[in-house]
């Protein structure tokens, strides 16, 4: 049996905006007095890697919401992703889709409705779903969310907006705030030249795929302030060493870790699980110095740890992380009950009984249905109280119940499964509290046989109060 680890992710809780943090080619320093247009003119060695808060911060406030744009900026971020559209009487709003039909509590596509029936809406929590609880934010227009970052100078991503660009740019221009939209594309160079000739103010970012990996270095008037670089394979032309190295002497490299396909294997829940599979590798061997991600808090964290030499992740002293995967050896019946013998979905582990699934790099328990359980053996360092909590996903309401059985120390009280609004959208659920000693317990993961299931278990944590 794999003993339980002791050893994972310490959550920083995160106020106010914080710099960039410095890179490992760059001394840690303060940089606090940049401005982000002012650090993302910066690029190369030395340059500090900048955040990109994807549709900004999401599990505090529904995606792309004022909320969501506020709060990103709170926890660090220099640059907030957002996503625009048009409505059918031409305003630019904030929506992902061009459907309000997932992220709001209506239905139809934007370019046939009006702001106002628009503004009527109101957005789903997170990252929006069917079973997504109704907030009482509404969908933002463009302006409102110019103005929400207008103190700070922080930069705004503005993607899906192309086709819209003399509209924004006319907007930003009559606002003051042309050095805070960071227009982006992949669109043909005479083209985006086209555009950039009209002002040098412009602030623009080239999406690199492999379809147009030639367009790096191609520039012949202004270069692009960064090279969005998207590769699913290490082999693909344009994260090639010395594709990068002709991006980096002119502009920021700019690299997504959100999920796979935008980076090879390289993800936000890869990096969680050790940063040597994820951010490590994208900022030291692919050159990058800005990273979009879901997960800002902890990139920030990580940043913060490696400029000064810490190691990293880490949880406080007197907790035991205990991965859902580390389950016990015993086999059928005695360490675990499956439904089936079948390793159904994303498997990471498919010659195994239990639904070992790879979701985004976090490496989980899916695929749960009722009755099931599985056994853990728990080793505690010292005798106390203990909180125990678990992290969890599931885009379904209700999403799951169960307990957690420690034999002689007793059985929590049953657990209803939190709504992330994502299956790849993990929370930490608080489970109960359990008086245990010092020393191994068993504890089993029972799964209500009477409730709908669906749900991915990532890990337990038992900290000592």
Request: aromatic fraction near 8%.
């Amino acid at each position: 049996m794999r003993t339980p680890l002791v050893a994972g992710l310490a959550v920083l809780a995160l106020t106010g905006a914080i710099a960039a943090v410095p890179r490992a080619d760059q001394p840690a320093g303060n940089h606090s007095a940049e401005s982000p247009g002012k650090l993302l003119l910066r690029h190369g060695p030395g340059a500090p890697v900048m955040i990109a808060a994807h549709r900004g911060y999401w599990r505090g406030a529904p995606e792309n919401s004022i909320g969501a744009i506020t709060q990103a900026v709170a926890h660090g971020a220099q640059v907030v992703e957002i996503d625009v559209q048009r409505t059918s009487d031409g305003e630019l709003v904030l929506m992902h889709d061009d459907t309000v039909n997932r992220t709001t509590d209506g239905t139809g596509r934007v370019a046939d409705l009006t702001l106002a029936q628009i503004k009527a809406l109101h957005l789903r929590e997170g990252l929006g779903g069917a079973q997504a609880a109704v907030t009482g934010d509404t969908v933002p227009t463009l302006h409102e969310a110019m103005q929400a970052v207008r103190r700070g100078g922080t930069l705004v991503n503005l993607d899906k907006a192309w086709a819209f660009r003399d509209q924004i740019y006319d907007l930003l221009t009559e606002l003051g705030q042309l050095g805070q939209g960071l227009f982006k594309s992949s669109a043909p160079i005479a083209e985006v030249t086209a555009f950039l000739d009209k002002d040098p103010r412009i602030l623009y970012s080239h999406v690199v795929d492999d379809g147009n990996a030639a367009d790096i270095g191609a520039f012949t008037g202004r270069t692009p302030q960064a090279y969005e670089l998207i590769f699913d394979r290490l082999t693909d032309p344009q994260i090639q060493p010395a594709a990068v190295a002709k991006a980096r002497a002119t502009s920021r490299v700019w690299i997504n870790t959100m999920w796979y396909g935008l980076a090879a294997g390289y993800t936000d829940e890869a990096s969680l699980r050790d940063p040597a599979l994820g951010w490590a590798p994208v900022v030291d061997r692919h050159g990058a110095d800005v990273i979009q991600t879901d997960d800002e808090d902890r990139l920030a964290d990580w940043l913060r740890a490696r400029a000064r030499g810490q190691k990293w992740p880490t949880v406080p002293e007197g907790t035991v992380r205990v991965q859902a995967e580390d389950y016990s050896t015993a086999g059928k019946e005695a360490g675990y009950h499956d439904s089936d013998d079948t390793n159904s979905g994303n498997a990471a582990r498919k010659y195994e009984g239990v639904d070992i699934g790879d979701n985004a790099g976090a490496i989980v328990v899916g695929w749960i249905q009722a009755g099931e359980w599985i056994r853990y053996d728990v080793t505690v360092p010292r005798t106390g109280d203990y909180r125990i909590t678990a992290r969890v996903s599931s885009p379904y309401r209700p999403a799951g119940r169960f307990t957690l059985d420690f034999g002689a120390d007793g059985v929590t009280a049953p657990v209803d499964v939190v709504t992330t609004t994502s299956h790849n959208a993990f929370t930490e659920q608080t489970v109960g509290t359990k008086r245990l000693t010092r020393g191994t317990h068993t504890m089993v993961f029972r799964v209500d046989p009477g409730a709908y299931q669906n749900f991915n278990l990532d890990y337990f944590e038992l900290t000592r109060r």
